[in-house]
């Protein structure tokens, strides 16, 4: 099995090199990897340029096209079967990785379409992330994948632990360059609605915490609030249409979600005096048809301490459905 990895980059020259370099030592050599570059100024095109083997194709955007527009453009360059997205900040977690992943895959199921890798590898967690290991199955069925991803929102986690069929990406529609933010969550949902997908605890990729990381600075100010509405919105609707409980949604979403963001709200006003992330919380989250009312909401939020009580119960709730 022919494999591609595909990278989208921009300033990434503090991570990026080591990024290469675990691809390179990589035991399975039958691979080809893809980068394109979305306009950085921090010398990332000048290490990517003097690139040299025959595996390696680098492009080099004129006009910035966003993670999802870049990831996007990556897929229209594959031929392979498998492709394994790569963010510049992560590696390979030793030589054996790819060798693991292209043996993993071979043991699937022709019509799986996307493998969350790493399942698992993190230990401990919030309640929520322990109940999300103890009850997804190894293969997620169409039919309860909404219900999944309503409840423990964008399970494959960073773009690093997922690799897919190349074809879906067109097959689905791409990704949507509208959600910046939440684009991945978006059509991990979206191919979820219509095929099956898999998670293992196979290692992969490190995913590598810092500050700079997209996650820590593209929802500095409620950014992401919107785009959330806009995913919760749709499996909320194809939950209702399948006879799930309204009112259990409403819960969940109140409490694992919009609870959640007002307390980090409040740290931001805290920090900031500002209150801004709270009134994206409120406008575009509280209102909307997957919450509960003003005052249930809310007291929602004094009762489960912000989202930190209560999120276990209401989970295995929705569960019970």
């Not at 959330?228 to 399948?242: K, P």
Request: with cysteine; aromatic share 12%; hydrophobic share 45%.
């Amino acid at each position: 099995m022919t494999l591609s990895i595909v990278m989208p980059t921009y300033n990434g020259g503090e991570f990026l090199k080591e990024a290469v370099a675990s691809v390179l030592a990589q035991t399975h050599t039958d691979w080809a990897l893809f980068i394109s570059d979305d306009g950085s100024k921090d010398g990332t095109r000048e290490y990517l340029a003097s690139l040299n083997d025959p595996r390696i194709r680098v492009f080099f955007q004129e006009k910035n096209l966003g993670i999802f527009g870049n990831l996007n453009f990556l897929f229209q360059q594959v031929r392979t079967d498998i492709t394994q997205i790569f963010c510049q900040d992560d590696w390979l977690v030793d030589a054996g990785a790819l060798a693991r992943l292209v043996a993993t895959w071979q043991q699937l199921p022709a019509d799986i379409a996307f493998l969350r890798a790493n399942h698992g590898a993190e230990e401990g967690g919030s309640s929520l992330a322990r109940l999300e290991r103890d009850v997804l199955p190894d293969i997620v069925a169409p039919d309860k994948s909404d219900l999944y991803f309503f409840l423990f929102g964008c399970i494959p986690g960073n773009l690093s632990n997922v690799s897919l069929r190349t074809h879906i990406v067109a097959k689905h529609g791409w990704f949507d360059q509208r959600l910046p933010y939440a684009g991945d969550f978006e059509f991990w949902s979206r191919v979820g609605h219509r095929e099956r997908w898999a998670i293992s605890p196979v290692k992969v990729a490190t995913v590598r915490v810092h500050a700079g990381q997209a996650s820590a600075t593209l929802n500095k100010a409620g950014e992401l609030m919107p785009q959330m509405a806009t995913v919760l919105g749709t499996l909320y609707d194809r939950l209702i249409a399948q006879g799930v409980s309204p009112l259990r949604l409403k819960t969940v979403a109140s409490v694992c979600y919009i609870s959640t963001h007002r307390w980090q709200g409040l740290q931001w006003l805290r920090k900031t005096r500002s209150w801004r992330y709270m009134a994206m919380v409120n406008q575009h989250l509280g209102q909307q048809r997957f919450a509960l009312g003003f005052l249930s909401g809310w007291l929602a939020f004094l009762t489960t301490a912000g989202g930190r009580l209560w999120r276990l119960q209401a989970a295995r709730w929705l569960l019970a459905h």
